[in-house]
């Protein structure tokens, strides 16, 4: 292919030319091009960020408390983020550098409904409704565990609509557009029973859990769920838990 | 005593096939490449299951390193109207505008200063010192000087001014900008940023809470109650 053959004609002619071929060595053209393939291997970004939306509530001060919507000690879940501490103290414990995430929650009110404090103000350790979860992939049979398994029993009938929806959609009886359409109507469904969950996080837990339990939240369809501070109760119980549960 | 007479064999590959090959791959990666912007600091943004991209023009990216630093990155429009050379003068304008509201010490930018300052990607430095940064550009050398400051490698500070107590009467510096973001005539820009588009968080993975908490804090103060985080595809299971 990279050679010219320059043939003698016929072999009549009167000049005997010699049969010449031309060889174009194209090693180094192959060896050029190799090493700017690898520059632009390198220095390319295939892969998009993808981002995560989120809206906070406005701070302003609300002047009427009674107008907050406030959600009710049936639906409320609250999810509490923290580093795994060192055994014995508050200390951080890391691995590798790296803050070990741990999730709790509760159910309802803190404390359950007589509260986590009696009338002089001291800590109920019995009432402590905090318990502790995990974040963790599926089984291997596509069942739930974890924080994700808590969150799906509280969200049923959310998702056995959207469930519902997915079968259709892979039937094809449904078009994607409509699927979206159809799963946010589920979503905002008012006759469903809903959790509202509430997001805390204590200032030692990672970013990365807050997006983590964030993902959570988009897997398992929720559609009222909110980042707030942590309140003293909220700090109180995480403590008093921690105490009761160092080995 | 027979001897074997070995046939001359040439070892002459071709290699056209092969360059062909090459040529095709390297057209293909100049044509999709995207050059990764060089930002101050590297950071590992969380895994999460959304798959919605990241927008391509009109937003402001901030950048927090885990120490707590923070700068930002402003993408307008390809258009030449709001180009972002054109859109990051007037935003130095608007700053120094909104910062000598609040200050004694006024500041003000030549416009060598401001033509610098068109020339920057990622940036953040407090703005008492930003003159002395922007004139380092004119220097010998000054884009690597500038580099090294604004990746900590000097003494000089670096990242712009934020914390944990604020309030609209008192921004911080991080808030000014942000306004001065919102302020500018790129309308479709100060829309995105209503809209919750036009920010995006890029944090560490390992950042502590409280860093982000505080960002989002001061963002939540001047009613930027909506905005995006940027996060990588998740690559195992769900």
Same mark, same amino acid.
Not at chain 1, 158 to 177: A, G, P, S
Not at chain 1, 191 to 218: C, F, H, R, W
Not at chain 2, 107 to 133: D, H, R, T
């Given at each position: 292919?990279?050679?010219?053959?320059?043939?003698?004609?016929?072999?009549?002619?009167?000049?005997?030319?010699?049969?010449?071929?031309?060889?174009?060595?194209? %090693?180094?053209?192959?060896?050029?091009?190799?090493?700017?393939?690898?520059?632009?291997?390198?220095?390319?970004?295939?892969?998009?960020?993808?981002?995560?939306?989120?809206?906070?509530?406005?701070?302003?001060?609300?002047?009427?408390?009674?107008?907050?919507?406030?959600?009710?000690?049936?639906?409320?879940?609250?999810?509490?983020?923290?580093?795994?501490?060192?055994?014995?103290?508050?200390?951080?414990?890391?691995?590798?550098?790296?803050?070990?995430?741990?999730?709790?929650? +509760?159910?309802?009110?803190?404390?359950?409904?007589?509260?986590? +404090?009696?009338?002089?103000?001291?800590?109920?350790?019995?009432?402590?409704?905090?318990?502790?979860?995990?974040?963790?992939?599926?089984?291997?049979?596509?069942?739930?565990?974890?924080?994700?398994?808590?969150?799906?029993?509280?969200?049923?009938?959310?998702?056995?609509?959207?469930?519902?929806?997915?079968?259709?959609?892979?039937?094809?009886?449904?078009?994607?557009?409509?699927?979206?359409?159809?799963?946010?109507?589920?979503?905002?469904?008012?006759?469903?029973?809903?959790?509202?969950?509430?997001?805390?996080?204590?200032?030692?837990?990672?970013?990365?859990?807050?997006?983590?339990?964030?993902?959570?939240?988009?897997?398992?369809?929720?559609?009222?769920?909110?980042?707030?501070?942590? %309140?003293?109760?909220?700090?109180?119980?995480?403590?008093?838990?921690?105490?009761?549960?160092?080995? | 005593?027979?001897?074997?007479?070995?046939?001359?064999?040439?070892?002459?590959?071709?290699?056209?096939?092969?360059?062909?090959?090459?040529?095709?791959?390297?057209?293909?990666?100049?044509?999709?490449?995207?050059?990764?912007?060089?930002?101050?600091?590297?950071?590992?943004?969380?895994?999460?299951?959304?798959?919605?991209?990241?927008?391509?023009?009109? +937003?402001?990216?901030?950048?927090?390193?885990?120490?707590?630093?923070?700068?930002?990155?402003?993408?307008?429009?390809?258009?030449?109207?709001?180009?972002?050379?054109?859109?990051?003068?007037?935003?130095?304008?608007?700053?120094?505008?909104?910062?000598?509201?609040?200050?004694?010490?006024?500041?003000?930018?030549?416009?060598?200063?401001?033509?610098? +300052?068109?020339?920057?990607?990622?940036?953040?430095?407090?703005?008492?010192?930003?003159?002395?940064?922007?004139?380092?550009?004119?220097?010998?050398?000054?884009?690597?000087?500038?580099?090294?400051?604004?990746?900590?490698?000097?003494?000089?500070?670096?990242?712009?001014?934020?914390?944990?107590?604020?309030?609209?009467?008192?921004?911080?510096?991080?808030?000014?900008?942000?306004?001065?973001?919102?302020? %500018?005539?790129?309308? %479709?820009?100060?829309?995105?940023?209503?809209?919750?588009?036009?920010?995006?968080?890029?944090?560490?993975?390992?950042?502590?809470?409280?860093?982000?908490?505080?960002?989002?804090?001061?963002?939540?103060?001047?009613?930027?109650?909506?905005?995006?985080?940027?996060?990588?595809?998740?690559?195992?299971?769900?």
């Amino acid at each position: 292919m990279a050679q010219i053959e320059t043939g003698g004609g016929d072999g009549k002619g009167k000049s005997h030319q010699k049969k010449m071929s031309i060889h174009v060595d194209f %090693t180094p053209m192959v060896d050029m091009n190799m090493l700017l393939i690898t520059f632009f291997m390198l220095c390319t970004t295939m892969i998009k960020s993808q981002t995560l939306n989120i809206a906070l509530p406005s701070n302003e001060k609300v002047e009427n408390v009674e107008n907050m919507s406030q959600a009710s000690a049936d639906d409320a879940v609250t999810i509490i983020l923290d580093a795994k501490r060192k055994k014995g103290s508050f200390d951080v414990d890391t691995v590798n550098g790296k803050v070990v995430n741990e999730v709790y929650y +509760f159910e309802g009110k803190p404390g359950g409904d007589e509260g986590m +404090f009696d009338a002089a103000g001291n800590i109920l350790s019995a009432n402590n409704n905090l318990q502790k979860a995990e974040f963790l992939a599926n089984n291997a049979d596509g069942t739930s565990q974890g924080i994700r398994k808590l969150i799906q029993q509280r969200n049923k009938e959310v998702l056995v609509e959207i469930n519902k929806l997915k079968e259709r959609f892979r039937k094809e009886e449904i078009n994607q557009e409509q699927y979206d359409s159809l799963s946010k109507k589920v979503r905002r469904d008012e006759k469903l029973k809903k959790p509202v969950i509430i997001i805390k996080s204590t200032n030692q837990a990672s970013y990365g859990s807050l997006v983590q339990i964030l993902d959570e939240m988009q897997i398992n369809s929720i559609s009222k769920y909110q980042i707030d501070n942590m %309140t003293r109760v909220d700090s109180v119980m995480l403590i008093d838990y921690q105490n009761n549960h160092r080995n | 005593m027979g001897r074997v007479q070995m046939k001359k064999k040439s070892t002459f590959i071709d290699m056209t096939a092969m360059s062909d090959v090459t040529v095709l791959l390297l057209t293909f990666f100049m044509l999709t490449s995207t050059f990764l912007a060089k930002e101050p600091t590297t950071v590992v943004t969380p895994p999460s299951v959304s798959e919605e991209k990241v927008q391509e023009t009109n +937003f402001v990216q901030v950048l927090v390193s885990p120490e707590g630093k923070i700068w930002l990155t402003m993408n307008n429009d390809t258009s030449a109207q709001w180009s972002n050379e054109r859109m990051r003068m007037e935003l130095l304008d608007k700053v120094a505008e909104i910062y000598n509201e609040s200050h004694k010490n006024k500041i003000s930018f030549s416009p060598e200063q401001k033509y610098a +300052f068109s020339k920057l990607g990622a940036f953040g430095v407090p703005l008492a010192n930003m003159g002395e940064f922007l004139d380092l550009a004119a220097m010998p050398e000054g884009t690597t000087k500038q580099d090294e400051w604004i990746q900590g490698k000097t003494e000089k500070v670096t990242g712009i001014p934020i914390q944990k107590e604020q309030d609209e009467l008192h921004p911080t510096e991080f808030q000014m900008w942000m306004k001065a973001m919102r302020q %500018t005539n790129n309308e %479709t820009l100060a829309q995105a940023i209503k809209d919750g588009t036009g920010v995006a968080i890029k944090a560490d993975q390992n950042t502590s809470y409280e860093i982000v908490h505080m960002v989002m804090d001061n963002l939540q103060t001047i009613h930027m109650n909506k905005f995006t985080l940027l996060t990588a595809l998740k690559t195992e299971g769900e």
